[in-house]
């Protein structure tokens, strides 16, 4: 196969993850690393660096508009970033540091336990927050955006903050261990957990992305693991992807397209332990 | 309602520091995927010759990060500035612009919050900061080059 056929299929099927990851409702992060790290010739390190880049990617261009909407909250999100971010640092020094076979093994277990909480999961649109707990209102966090679809200004507040910060903890620590996005993660512990609406829930979770991200991706950068033919071919492609996703989402079954996810993902992460495992 | 006035209320809502934040990245994350589109033509495009010839990438993308870096004769940390020159090296910056987005974007809403006597998030901002700026020099390494 020449040379430049793996870019450009590379770039194909970033652009195929950017769609699906729009339509089913899952960040691209959880599904490029895993997919590209089992088909593509490329090292772990440098799929893992690049999947780190492309969720702070498409959390960068899609931040102005949540935050200017309201959708994603900067104080919602400050703490909740800097716990995040810190143990992103951990995470990707541990992963660069422990052998490939044992961190294979290791992705495809973490993939799999997404899958079960992608499927367990069930999300709340309004959850009742009776009262803020005293973290919560030392940091001020609660704010008001508009729901268009009821045309009416939804006021929020949030509760078990310590609960939810320490959720962040462990959430950074994979997405800088394996250079996943961590939105599947983001959004169970901000409305399940600390009780956000599920729109303020989604967007924040997307802007916390590139906090968290960014600390882990200088990691690997400094590392020596930013391959420029595996990073750039994949953000361009993913970032177009979820421009096209966008449009079809109106016209897309999620459902169906959820399921296909979750396929990919089951077959993915068995890839992985398989890879590891040296079959 | 009408757009512009739905649009006003938006705005209203969210404070005020929130929209710093939010105009300050528009800008740079636009800037940022724009340059990294342009460096990427010049590299691939052969524009800039490249330190690793684009044929040659085959041997050095399935090798681990320490055995690229000693194969193709490449420090890690903050060396590739010396090699923006060539290709490969010139789209770092462009990777390396948009991963200090948010450090620049956090440092612009400090003074906001300070003004405010909003002291605790005006901490929390300038903790993670350091944080980031932590992450970026380098100083932290495992067990690399």
């Not at chain 1, 961590?182 to 802007?207: D, E, Q, R, Y």
Request: with cysteine.
């Amino acid at each position: 196969m020449e040379w430049w056929m793996w870019p450009i299929l590379l770039f194909v099927v970033s652009f195929g993850i950017g769609v699906v990851a729009v339509c089913a409702g899952v960040g691209g992060g959880v599904l490029f690393v895993p997919i590209v790290s089992g088909f593509f010739p490329f090292h772990l390190d440098f799929v893992r660096c690049a999947g780190l880049c492309v969720a702070l990617s498409l959390s960068l261009a899609a931040g102005p508009d949540l935050l200017k909407r309201g959708l994603a909250d900067l104080r919602l999100a400050i703490p909740a970033a800097l716990v995040a971010s810190t143990t992103s640092i951990a995470g990707a020094l541990l992963g660069l540091a422990m052998p490939v076979h044992i961190l294979q093994v290791t992705l495809g277990v973490v993939i799999l336990a997404i899958v079960a909480v992608m499927v367990s999961a069930r999300n709340y649109e309004f959850p009742q927050v009776r009262s803020p707990d005293t973290l919560c209102s030392i940091l001020g966090i609660g704010c008001v955006y508009h729901e268009q679809s009821e045309n009416r200004d939804i006021h929020w507040q949030v509760h078990r903050t310590p609960q939810g910060l320490l959720a962040f903890v462990f959430i950074g620590l994979l997405a800088g261990m394996f250079g996943l996005g961590a939105g599947w993660a983001n959004v169970p512990v901000l409305n399940l957990i600390m009780g956000a609406p599920l729109k303020v829930s989604v967007g924040t979770s997307v802007f916390l992305l590139a906090i968290t991200d960014t600390s882990a991706a200088w990691v690997y950068i400094n590392q020596g693991a930013l391959f420029p033919m595996v990073v750039i071919p994949s953000v361009i492609g993913v970032m177009l992807g979820s421009l096209i996703g966008a449009q079809l989402l109106s016209r897309a079954r999620p459902r169906a397209i959820r399921h296909l996810v979750i396929g990919l993902l089951i077959f993915a992460g068995l890839r992985a332990i398989a890879k590891g495992l040296g079959y | 309602m009408k757009k512009d006035e739905q649009s006003t209320r938006l705005y209203r809502s969210v404070a005020a520091e929130q929209l710093l934040y939010a105009r300050i990245l528009g800008i740079l994350s636009k800037a940022g995927l724009a340059w990294l589109v342009v460096t990427f033509t010049l590299y691939a495009g052969g524009f800039r010759p490249p330190v690793i010839p684009l044929e040659d990438l085959p041997r050095y993308w399935s090798l681990s990060r320490e055995e690229y870096l000693g194969a193709a004769g490449i420090d890690a940390g903050w060396s590739w500035l010396r090699l923006i020159g060539h290709g490969d090296f010139l789209t770092f910056t462009a990777v390396a612009f948009l991963a200090l987005t948010t450090l620049i974007c956090y440092a612009a809403v400090i003074p906001s919050y300070l003004r405010k006597g909003d002291r605790i998030y005006g901490s929390l901002a300038l903790i993670e900061v350091a944080v980031l700026a932590m992450a970026a020099s380098g100083i932290l390494m495992a067990g690399g080059r």
